[in-house]
């Protein structure tokens, strides 16, 4: 491969001499320290140079990989791939577009998902040998083709606004669909034809369809792939030969036969099926040829195109000539390589539209196109009492051997109907039931205060000040860093202290240096884990020892496990900002960074050590610290009100869920936990997991896309992948790597990968980080109820081997369809119910426990007062009784 050969022989060329400055006799040393740093600088450059030249070298070694493993390709790239919506049972909400990366090596059209999967199982291949490519145009349009007229035709616009979609297909001889593919851009799309073209493919003009089998042969002129020879054997067996025959051998489903070329399709769905033309494809391809092959036709327009010379057989052309809107005629002629003859076929209305100075057929109330759609109409011939109706074999649509090739469209909306209107039923039986619970007012008012209680100012005051007081361990994270800068300095000096000439005492000198800087990266270290662990513990520990309320306990504990995911990486990352600079190094994302993008990497360390880039850092929606990040140029204030509005609807809807349908379900089903009543507690189960799906959804997209957009928006954060299409997961584990995308590169930046460096097996590495946010699951749901019972953490542990499981599954079933079900079944249905009716079960019980306390300790309480006042009064009658005897003392003596 001459991409292999040039980068092995670049790579093979390169000397292993040292770099310039520093392979020479040492010198004098009259040049001093300016002599010493130039030499330096020289050395500085020269790496530089290397590296820049190592990693051209190593795009072409993979750029030669790619080649090896995809064959001789001729062209590659993404095309957007028309999934049709009959066969996916169970893609309500599948997409009727893919994009889908494309390789195009001899015949073989293969697809994969991205690119990054070319080295993998293509997700389909298409031998395209004998094939057709119809090209799709925009019926009704008109174009002005020079100065005295136009052509008619151009091409399928599809979406709204200025943006524009070329679409194309590939057909069987016979017309059976193999691919239909389009892209947005016009020069890819002339690309991808030219390349089928040259393939060995028929290009078709704009608007016609592949011929019948019969005259696909005739026209290939004895070259056919698999169907022709498949005919030519059935017509040398004197086989009836079927339409339905001619398709692709990868389906057993007959096709009924189709109908001929000079049948139109009813009006509104022209263009051979297209259901997003005006008129048929066919009317523009009649003005095409009434136009004339040099395309000026009776308007005398066609400008450049009648200046076109025809190209010679078999050239590969520009695909202009495929996509030219105003001269479909010659693009037959440039396709076809013979000149296209003048048609005296009578011109349809478009061309008479086009003659006429390219206004559209419909100009003077649609006459032309209705009497031209009338005349193409089909008729159904008349049937006298034996004409035969059975003439093709077919197999029945909801057969085995055609439901999944036929379209189910109408089942689908009848399972959207269903679905809405049983949740209907659910709805107005819950209001009929509960009527409305939610009382927004109250609810907030209930979360902060307890009726009965009015001791408790003091400790929602503290928990209330905890709050802002979070901030003084993000000052306590800078002032360690700026230490550590000062430290850093200190150790520059002492380098530049070491002696150049004696060699024993330059090594006891970088020896006592290294030793030094051990001894300071370890002093900052545990200043930074004492300063993390006070900015978790503490604020935990005021929720628990307070008994904070449900509301700010839980808003109190989300905020300080974000803060200390925040300064961890903000440690983390200054810790290897500081080895890159004791190594004169830049890292990427810093300015003048080889890598770094100068439009938004504007700062380099130390630089970044401010207050201001500290407090942009904690209100940004990320978690993973970096000197530069990429950002927006304004806020756009528009979108950020809606954004607001959006994200105060979908808070009172997860509210609304809450009080209206979990809360009842809930507290109904404590009796069947409590009598151990499985099966009632599966009822109750399936009962809650509906309202848990929809209290879920509401958070993700309050909290992933609205929350942290606008604080995206508000801090002009440029970023904003918080998640990705984790709803197609077909593991556990994609799905763990795809929905929160923040808390994953957290824990892959600063858990996962400092494992990996550190030894530690793949395997463990991944249960490493389960663990960690096992724990902080645990925490963020135990601290705020005031109680451990570690079924978060179970919950989270347990994902480890069922990440097994559902990888094992896919590799043998060979469907990511099982894998997402089993995401959906035991997250969704299953996992998250049990987990609300566990947790809810332990906090009532504690309730009880409390109450059931309380009430003893004021019955003891009332028990001491009661003895107490037993204990007074006998005091009171005992010193009554000595009154009396002291006063019966006092009289005996006057009596």
């Known amino acids: 491969m001459p991409v292999l050969s040039a980068a092995m022989a670049r790579l093979s060329s390169r000397s292993p001499a040292s770099p310039a400055g520093t392979s020479g006799g040492g010198g004098s040393s009259a040049g001093g320290a300016a002599g010493g740093g130039a030499q330096a600088a020289q050395a500085v450059a020269a790496l530089q140079q290397q590296l820049q030249e190592l990693r051209e070298i190593n795009a072409q070694l993979q750029e030669a990989l790619h080649d090896a493993q995809t064959g001789a390709v001729a062209m590659r790239g993404y095309l957007s791939k028309h999934t049709p919506a009959g066969p996916q049972l169970m893609g309500l909400f599948a997409q009727e577009w893919e994009l889908r990366y494309f390789v ?21 291949a298409v031998d395209v040998q004998g094939c057709y490519v119809e090209l799709e145009v925009e019926d009704g349009a008109s174009s002005s083709g020079g100065a005295g007229g136009g052509g008619a035709g151009g091409l399928l616009l599809w979406g709204r606004g200025r943006r524009g979609v070329w679409r194309f297909r590939i057909v069987e001889p016979g017309g059976h669909l193999l691919l239909w593919l389009s892209t947005d851009s016009r020069a890819s799309a002339e690309q991808w034809v030219a390349a089928l073209d040259a393939a060995g493919l028929s290009v078709l003009p704009p608007g016609e369809r592949a011929p019948p089998p019969a005259a696909a042969a005739a026209r290939a002129g004895g070259s056919r792939g ?138 003077d109330g649609g006459g032309a196109a209705r009497a031209a759609a009338a005349a193409d109409k089909p008729t159904r011939p008349p049937m006298s009492g034996s004409t035969p109706v059975h003439t093709v074999t077919r197999y029945s649509f909801l057969s085995s051997d055609g439901v999944w090739a036929a379209r189910h469209d109408g089942l689908l909306n009848l399972a959207m109907i269903i679905l809405v209107v049983s949740n209907l039923r659910l709805i107005l039986e819950n209001l009929l039931k509960y009527g409305i619970r939610l009382n927004l007012v109250s609810y907030i008012a209930s979360s902060f205060r307890r009726r009965g209680d009015s001791g408790r100012a003091k400790e929602r005051l503290t928990v209330l000040l905890c709050f802002p007081g979070l901030l003084l361990f993000a000052a306590a994270a800078l002032a360690i860093e700026w230490l550590a800068l000062l430290l850093l300095r200190w150790e520059d000096k002492l380098k530049a202290g070491i002696p150049k000439k004696e060699a024993k005492a330059q090594t006891r000198a970088a020896a006592a240096l290294a030793a030094r800087v051990r001894l300071h990266e370890r002093l900052v270290f545990v200043l930074n884990a004492a300063n993390t662990s006070a900015a978790l513990f503490l604020p935990c520990w005021a929720v628990h020892a307070t008994k904070a309320d449900l509301l700010p306990g839980f808003a109190l504990t989300l905020m300080t496990i974000t803060l200390w995911m925040k300064l961890v990486s903000y440690a983390h990352c200054h810790s290897d900002l500081r080895d890159a600079h004791r190594q004169n190094q830049l890292r990427p994302g810093e300015r003048s960074a080889p890598d770094a993008d100068p439009s938004w990497a504007v700062l380099k360390f130390p630089e970044n050590l401010t ?90 997209y309050c909290l992933f896309h609205l929350h942290l957009n606008v604080l ?85 542990m347990l994902q480890v081997p069922l990440i097994s499981i559902t990888e094992a599954l896919k590799r043998r079933v060979k469907s990511a369809a099982v894998g997402n079900a089993i995401f959906w079944i035991s997250f969704c249905v299953l996992g998250q119910p049990a987990a609300v009716m566990a947790y809810y079960h332990d906090f009532l019980k504690l309730k009880q426990q409390q109450a059931a306390a309380t009430a003893v300790a004021a019955a003891a309480a009332a028990a001491e007062a009661a003895a107490a006042a037993a204990a007074a009064a006998a005091a009171a009658f005992g010193e009554a009784a000595a009154f009396a005897g002291n006063a019966t003392v006092a009289a005996l003596p006057l009596a």
């Not at 970096?626 to 607001?644: A, D």
């Not at 530690?760 to 925490?779: D, Q």
């Open 104 to 124: 195009l090596a001899g015949s073989v059209l293969r697809y994969y998902k991205s690119e990054r999967d070319v080295g993998l199982s293509p997700r389909g």
């Open 611 to 700: 207050p201001g880039n500290m407090a942009w850092f904690l209100a940004a929606p990320t978690l993973v610290y970096q000197v530069n990040f990429p950002r927006t140029p304004r806020i756009r204030k528009r979108w950020l009100l809606r954004r607001v509005v959006e994200l105060l609807i979908f808070l009172g809807l997860f509210l609304f869920i809450i009080q209206q349908y979990v809360t009842p379900t809930v507290e109904n089903s404590t009796l069947a936990l409590r009598q151990s009543d499985w099966l009632r507690v599966l009822e109750r189960i399936l009962k809650l997991a509906i309202p848990t799906i929809y209290t879920w959804l509401c958070m993700f």
């Open 712 to 796: 995206g928006e508000l801090t002009r954060f440029g970023d904003r992948e918080f998640y990705k299409d984790f709803w197609n997961a077909s593991t556990v584990g994609e799905y763990w790597r795809t929905w929160n995308m923040p808390v994953h590169k957290f824990l892959l930046r600063t858990v996962y990968f400092p494992a990996m460096r550190a030894g530690i097996s793949r395997y463990w590495s991944t249960v490493l980080v389960f663990f960690v946010s096992a724990v902080f699951h645990e925490l963020a749901v135990g601290v705020p109820l005031h109680m451990v019972r570690l079924w978060a953490f179970t919950g989270i």
């Open 226 to 363: 698999k169907t022709g020879a498949r005919q030519q054997q059935q017509q040398r067996a004197g086989e009836p030969q079927t339409d339905w025959e001619a398709c692709s051998t990868d389906s057993e489903l007959p096709e009924p036969p189709r109908k001929q070329q000079q049948q139109r399709a009813p009006a509104g769905r022209g263009g051979g099926g297209n259901p997003y033309s005006l008129l048929s494809a066919r009317a523009l391809h009649q003005a095409a040829r009434a136009a004339g092959p040099d395309g000026g036709g009776p308007g005398g327009g066609g400008g450049a195109v009648a200046a076109a010379p025809a190209a010679a057989e078999g050239e590969v052309t520009s695909a202009v000539s495929f996509f030219d809107a105003a001269a479909p005629a010659a693009s037959l002629a440039r396709v076809s390589g013979a000149s296209q003859p003048s048609s005296s076929a009578p011109a349809a209305p478009a061309a008479a539209a086009a003659a006429g100075g390219g206004k559209p057929a419909a100009a």
